[in-house]
């Protein structure tokens, strides 16, 4: 009785969240970089991705107190970014008392029908060298899984409207960032390559 409950709320869970996933796919929501890979990946039976970002670099509106503010992306790219695309952000006349210039790495949340399933993710997580993450739900045939990336930086570009950085120092400041997003890029098509194979 208790394998088959287990069976019907992963099946559930796992119906709603694909039905999610494809709706954002449809609406280019969802990470170009990872589509080839949740879609092969969410075939398996004891485990999915209800969702993921592969990492970004992000203009982002924050109050005083680093709060996030309605409308708070500036602007957000899944990609390397240029100066110009950054420059141009910063020069508008924007209503916001802080804007911060974030580099986020990769986030998966995995869901796993069973615990011995989400043991071995997690043994998996440790032998990638995985720092962030762990189990934060369990519930009987849902445990999930969070793993972030832990190669991020972030910091003030600009308060009200006076720009913090010239451009020249502007410029080191992303080139550090595309850096930074290059090196999780590369991180993250070996983590998906070893939990296809593995999981």
Avoid at 85 to 96: A, C, G, I, P, Q
Avoid at 145 to 170: A, H, R, T, Y
């Amino acid at each position: 009785m208790k394998t088959d409950l287990q069976e019907i709320r992963f099946k559930m869970t796992k119906t709603t969240s694909m039905g999610k996933l494809a709706s954002a796919i449809n609406e280019k929501k969802a990470d170009a970089m990872l589509i080839p890979f949740l879609k092969r990946f969410n075939k398996k039976k004891n485990i999915f991705t209800s969702s993921s970002c592969c990492g970004r670099i992000m203009l982002l509106g924050a109050d005083e107190e680093e709060k996030k503010m309605p409308g708070l992306f500036m602007g957000k790219w899944h990609r390397t970014v240029k100066l110009k695309e950054v420059l141009d952000v910063l020069k508008k006349d924007l209503d916001f008392p802080e804007i911060w210039l974030k580099q986020e790495s990769y986030i998966f949340h995995l869901v796993c029908k069973d615990l011995e399933t989400a043991e071995k993710v997690l043994k998996l997580k440790a032998s990638l060298g995985i720092r962030r993450g762990g189990i934060f739900t369990i519930d009987e045939g849902r445990y999930i899984i969070e793993l972030i990336g832990s190669g991020n930086m972030s910091m003030p570009v600009k308060f009200g409207k006076e720009i913090l950085f010239d451009e020249k120092q502007l410029e080191k400041i992303i080139k550090k960032a595309n850096q930074k997003l290059t090196r999780n890029y590369s991180i993250l098509k070996n983590i998906m390559k070893v939990f296809q194979k593995e999981l």
